[in-house]
């Protein structure tokens, strides 16, 4: 799974939390690692609690090009605010927020891929989808990351 070297990425991303470049984004790095945490257990936990039964399956040919691109478009979709940051993230609380998301992503590996979350643009994901989707978009803010630092 491509998500255990994003955890390394972020890892690694925790000394820059503060580093800001606004011609990358609006937000700083810290931001940007804590919505990408928040979305991975957000995901997470709304799987673990669907029901198998209650999956219907269904073709978003929106989905499919963006997964087809494995690519994001930038400032076109807006975070749900349960997904939002809403005060300055801290290394330690970053951490606990990893190591939340791993446990919850390793609770995923046992279910039936008909358990599922409701995307407000791409509707219900199974599971399989789902965790291409967390890899795409912790992927699209590492690289936003990646540019904040290096100021490209």
Request: proline share 4%; aromatic share 8%; charged share 25%.
């Amino acid at each position: 799974m491509h998500l255990e070297a994003h955890f390394e990425k972020i890892k690694y991303y925790l000394p820059h939390l503060d580093a800001r470049n606004e011609k990358v984004s609006k937000v700083d790095v810290a931001w940007q690692l804590d919505h990408s945490l928040q979305v991975l257990i957000e995901v997470s936990k709304a799987i673990l609690a669907s029901d198998p039964q209650a999956y219907q399956a269904q073709f978003n040919l929106r989905f499919e090009l963006l997964s087809l691109l494995n690519w994001f478009p930038r400032g076109k979709g807006k975070a749900p605010k349960a997904v939002v940051p809403q005060e300055k993230s801290t290394a330690e609380g970053l951490s606990t927020k990893l190591a939340e998301a791993k446990q919850l992503l390793k609770q995923l590996e046992d279910l039936s891929d008909k358990h599922y979350f409701d995307h407000p643009l791409f509707g219900q994901i199974k599971k399989q989808r789902a965790l291409r989707f967390l890899e795409m978009h912790t992927e699209h803010h590492l690289k936003i990351v990646r540019e904040i630092i290096t100021g490209q």
